[in-house]
């Protein structure tokens, strides 16, 4: 059994910035990335950034320069600070954590950015 608990969703301005938090707990043999999805009101889910275990990252082209995907192996726990946030921010995000041919998701955090 994995969980994924996320936390640090909210409500910001427009040009504010919010950190989001996962961490994981559980059966966890071997992480073989870590990440970061939102899905807005009729959208899809989408790719916002991932991180692996040796520290390589990845970002979606609308938050590069604005967020920064970032981890703590010793607490099993991803993070995701967001910096200049714009109303089309707005979503919620999930944490993803994929360990060989498994994944798990988190419930989502509620992100809102206002004009």
């Known amino acids: 059994q994995v969980q994924l608990v996320e936390s640090g969703g909210g409500l910001v301005q427009a040009g504010g910035s919010l950190r989001l938090s996962c961490a994981a707990s559980g059966n966890i043999f071997s992480i073989g990335y870590m990440g970061w999805y939102r899905q807005a009101p009729e959208n899809k889910r989408e790719l916002v950034a991932t991180?692996?275990?040796?520290?390589?990252?990845n970002y979606a082209d609308s938050v590069k320069g604005r967020f920064t995907i970032s981890r703590d192996n010793a607490k099993n726990t991803v993070y995701l600070q967001m910096n200049s946030l714009k109303p089309d921010d707005t979503g919620v995000y999930y944490c993803?954590?994929?360990?060989?041919?498994?994944?798990?998701w988190g419930q989502g955090t509620q992100v809102t950015v206002s004009s």
């Open positions: 993803n954590l994929r360990a060989g041919a498994l994944s798990y």
């Open positions: 991180i692996t275990s040796s520290s390589s990252t």
